[in-house]
């Protein structure tokens, strides 16, 4: 490996390990103010932010999209995947739900050839159904003590491998920067709306008030971490190559056991650890599979904007 790729195998490491700690940030707000109403907050926040950005470095017709249809499913995509993210790290250990959501690339091959027509080989469906196994032994006693609650990290990767199938589509479209102002500037909206409908409804667990300034202001380093993690994990591509670098999108794994052990007391127990193997290898098998016979740019998970 030349100093040139090491160099952006540690950006795109410290990528996806500030992309895990942002989710730390976020389950330290459990208690605090209800999931739907910080995700909408971050990702007003985190399209504001980067709308300033794009408007500086393009001019104003950088914010018209090729294909407003495209843009909103991926908008759509990212705000359902990420409600149900942070709804499930609210209620569950941080490792299991990171564990879950790492079943979105897996499930992204299944996805394109139902719907991109694809070819799908075999393999593809027998490495899926290994991680689907991962996901039912780390599943298996939240079940019995959170009842459906517990699918949540599960419909989060599913919308995850949607959100990257409308992403496949829209290559081409706009700037790296224009797209994500595109995906976060629809996606902060809907979970606006759905945040107020969710308070409008009565529901007690469901209302909230005005955040506190320590809400306002974790909102927002997760908003700045996130996009900051997203370029460090671009650059690390640019310079080392999506073959080596996809790989270390599992570092965040390791950041959430860490975090999830030294903040929340969160211990996962030996058929967690192995459920969440079992995932992680089928994600790296897909992964080596494809860089031998597709090299080419990454299609990885990227979690928000």
């Known amino acids: 490996m030349t100093p040139e790729e090491r160099s952006g195998l540690a950006y795109a490491v410290t990528g996806f390990a500030v992309l895990s700690a ?3 940030v976020i389950k330290s707000m459990a208690g605090d103010w209800p999931a739907h109403a910080v ?4 990702f007003s926040l985190g399209a504001a932010g980067l709308s300033v950005l794009l408007w500086r470095a393009e001019g104003p017709r950088a914010f018209v999209p090729a294909n407003w249809a495209l843009q909103g499913a991926r908008g759509a995509c990212l705000a359902i995947a990420s409600l149900s993210f942070f709804s499930a790290i609210y209620i569950m250990p ?4 990171m564990a879950i959501a790492f079943l979105a690339p897996v499930l992204t091959q299944v996805l394109a050839g139902l719907l991109l027509g694809e070819e799908v080989r075999a393999r593809v469906y027998l490495v899926s159904l290994v991680a689907l196994a991962g996901v039912a032994i780390i599943l298996r006693p939240n079940l019995a003590a ?4 517990a699918v949540l990290p599960l419909i989060s990767a599913t919308f995850f491998a949607l959100l990257m199938i409308t992403n496949r589509l829209s290559a081409g479209q706009g700037s790296a920067l224009s797209m994500q102002v595109f995906v976060a500037g629809i996606c902060a909206p809907i979970l606006v709306v759905a945040a107020f409908a969710m308070k409008a409804s009565g529901v007690a667990a469901l209302d909230f008030g005005w955040p506190s300034w320590d809400v306002v202001v974790r909102c927002a380093v997760v908003a700045v971490t996130a996009s900051t993690a997203h370029w460090l994990a671009f650059i690390g591509t640019e310079r080392a190559g999506a073959a080596k670098v996809a790989p270390a999108i599992y570092v965040q794994m390791i950041v959430a056991v860490t975090l999830g052990w030294l903040f929340f007391d969160e211990r996962p127990d030996n058929l967690t650890l192995v459920g969440a193997a079992l995932i992680i290898a089928a994600g790296l098998v897909l992964w080596r599979d494809g860089a031998q016979r597709r090299p080419g740019p990454a299609r990885g998970m990227a ?3």
């Not at 995700?39 to 971050?42: G, I, N, Q, S, T």
């Not at 941080?94 to 739900?97: D, V």
């Not at 959170?146 to 609650?149: E, V």
Request: hydrophobic residues 55%; proline residues 0%; without cysteine.
């Open 146 to 149: 959170l009842g459906w609650g």
């Open 39 to 42: 995700a909408a907050l971050r």
């Open 94 to 97: 941080l490792a299991e739900a």
């Open 303 to 305: 979690r928000g904007a």
């Open 22 to 24: 942002g989710d730390a």
